[in-house]
């Protein structure tokens, strides 16, 4: 569905910046497509499990690295043990346009090589905790992408889970980029928005969110 009034492309803070629909209704059914293959093999999404015991309430699948509370490894240690798939050439080329167009610097682009790419999926009760992304060891920006339902998005401050922060709801389509000041700001999903996704993108109910960062490990 496309909104009934344009949602402008905003700076969130220094370095963070949401472009509203920069996927179009053809990539976005590819990109679901690709994370259908993605959840099932070499490597199943799963949930995956906190220090504390619990488990998170998204699911999550990776490509390049494996990610686990709190660190990245090749293989799926805590699921399945098999090595993960690579990332595509494709979608890190797409990462790379993120990067351009998000901060309309041709430069910083090309230098952008995303070695990881986490595939999150929110059922209707999903929800992310305010955190930071911090088991990289580089500081080159972020990458999201998000498909499915709506969500909203909280982005804060890199001093604590505290305000000052800002709301976004994050619709299919729609790209997010943390770079530079805001590499390390907290950010969390507060909550998906049922029944809001465009039926045509492939994801009849939930809501996925790609991340590609930079590992900065060999
Ligand atoms: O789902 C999102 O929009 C954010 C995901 C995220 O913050 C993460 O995977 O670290
Ligand atoms: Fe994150």
Redesign the pocket.
């Known amino acids: 569905m496309e909104p009934l009034l344009p949602r402008p492309r905003a700076e969130i803070a220094p370095g963070a910046v949401h472009v509203p629909g920069w996927l179009d209704p053809d990539r976005r059914r590819e990109i679901v497509a690709a994370c259908r293959a993605w959840a099932t093999a070499p490597v199943p999404i799963r949930a995956a499990r906190l220090p504390n015991g619990r488990r998170m309430s ?1 699911r ?1 699948v990776c490509l390049g690295w494996h990610w686990q509370p709190y660190r990245y490894t090749r293989t799926a240690d805590d699921a399945g043990g098999r090595r993960v798939a690579p990332l595509p050439g494709w979608l890190a080329e797409l990462g790379r346009r993120a990067v351009a167009d998000a901060y309309g610097d041709a430069e910083a682009a090309r230098a952008y090589a995303p070695d990881v790419a ?1 595939v ?1 999926h ?1 059922d209707d009760q999903a929800r ?1 905790g305010m ?1 930071q ?1 911090k088991d990289e060891r580089a500081d080159d920006p972020v990458v ?1 992408l ?1 498909i499915g339902d709506t ?1 909203v ?1 909280r982005f804060g401050n890199t001093e604590s889970r505290n305000r000052p922060h800002t709301d976004v709801e ?1 619709a299919s389509g729609d790209l ?1 980029v943390f770079g530079g000041p805001s590499r390390f700001a907290y ?3 507060l909550r998906v928005l049922p029944g809001t996704a465009d039926p045509a993108s492939g994801l009849a109910t939930g ?1 996925l ?1 790609i ?1 590609m960062r930079v590992t900065g490990m060999a």
Do not use: A, E
Request: hydrophobic share 35%.
């Open positions: 998204v999550t986490l999150n929110y992310l955190h992304d999201s998000s969500c998005f994050l997010f950010h969390g999903v809501r969110n991340t």
